[in-house]
Every structure is written in structure tokens, then in C-alpha cells.
């Protein structure tokens, strides 16, 4: 399935897309889709590298690819006008919003009555957006959630739970 129309618990409709479809440079410059491919694959390894010598020093997780896009001004413009693009398609199909992933970049914004979600990635940047029972949307860090203390009588599932509310 390429998309779905989601409808929330407070009755927005929402288009779910993965996003790539909207995507010029896939869409229109394989090459250089596939030089950018490279280039994440490297900053990932490098992240990994970066991200163990950080916990031995006990700094916490951080992202250098997910830096590495937002500090590059065409990589701004390109996030910006791929978002355009997704609110565009949605409202084409009569939806309130739009959830999509494809670029990684974690975000919720709203302009007017229209909402534009961006789950972020698992893998790169630990995001994930979860629904509340009254449809409103957040998007959880994993690296933000705190485990309860040792001494604290809760099992895992029911701090999972917790976080996501």
C-alpha cells in the first residue's frame, strides 16, 4: 500500500504517505540519489564510531547526519519544499494533513486547520509519532525518554505505555 487515509480520534483525516514519490531529486537525478545514498551510508558508520566513543565519555546520542542535513541551506530548502509538496497532494485529496517519513527529519507544524507530520526514522534519529486517545499527534525521542529509577516498582511495558501518553 503506497497511502492510506488515516482519520483520527478527533475526526481529521489524515493522507499517510512514506513521501518518496515527492521527492525530486529521486524522482529526477537517480545519480545523484544514489551519491547522497553513499554519502548517508558513510555518515552512518561514522555516527556509530562517534556515538561509542560519546558513551564512554557519558554524552549522550547524538545524530551527525540528522546535523549535517539541517545545516545545509540547500538541504533546508529542499526539506521546505518537499513538505510543500506532501500538503499539496494532501489537500488534492480532500485530507486535514499529512504523515509521512522519507527525508528523517522529525517535525510537526500547522498552518491554519492543516497539519504536516514527519515521523522522523528508527534507525537514524530514534522518532516515532504516536496518537493520543483525543487524536492529538506527538512525536516521541527514544533518546529523550528517561527509564524509571531502579528502585521504582514499574515493569517495562507499563513505562512504555506511560511515555507514549
Not at 46 to 62: D, E, P, Q, V
Not at 63 to 92: D, H, P, Q, T
Request: aromatic residues 10%; charged residues 25%.
Amino acid at each position: 500500500m503506497e497511502r492510506t487515509l488515516h482519520e483520527t480520534a478527533d475526526g481529521r483525516r489524515l493522507l499517510v504517505i512514506h513521501g518518496d514519490q515527492f521527492d525530486v531529486v529521486v524522482r529526477h537525478a537517480r545519480w545523484l540519489a544514489h551519491l547522497g545514498a553513499g554519502a548517508y551510508s558513510s555518515a552512518l558508520a561514522i555516527n556509530t564510531f562517534l556515538n561509542r566513543a560519546r558513551r564512554r565519555f557519558g554524552l549522550s546520542y547524538w545524530s551527525l547526519s540528522a546535523w549535517l542535513k539541517l545545516k545545509v541551506k540547500n538541504a533546508v530548502n529542499y526539506i521546505g519544499a518537499f513538505e510543500e509538496a506532501l500538503a499539496n497532494e494532501a489537500r488534492r485529496v480532500g485530507a486535514d494533513g499529512v504523515v509521512c517519513g522519507h527525508i528523517h527529519h522529525a517535525r510537526i507544524a500547522e498552518t491554519g486547520r492543516f497539519q504536516y507530520v514527519n515521523t522522523g526514522d528508527w534507525v537514524e534519529s530514534c522518532t516515532a509519532v504516536a496518537e493520543h486517545h483525543d487524536g492529538r499527534l506527538e512525536i516521541i525521542r527514544w533518546t529523550e525518554l528517561q527509564p524509571p529509577a531502579k528502585d521504582e516498582a514499574i515493569d517495562e511495558e507499563r513505562f512504555m505505555i506511560e511515555a507514549a501518553e
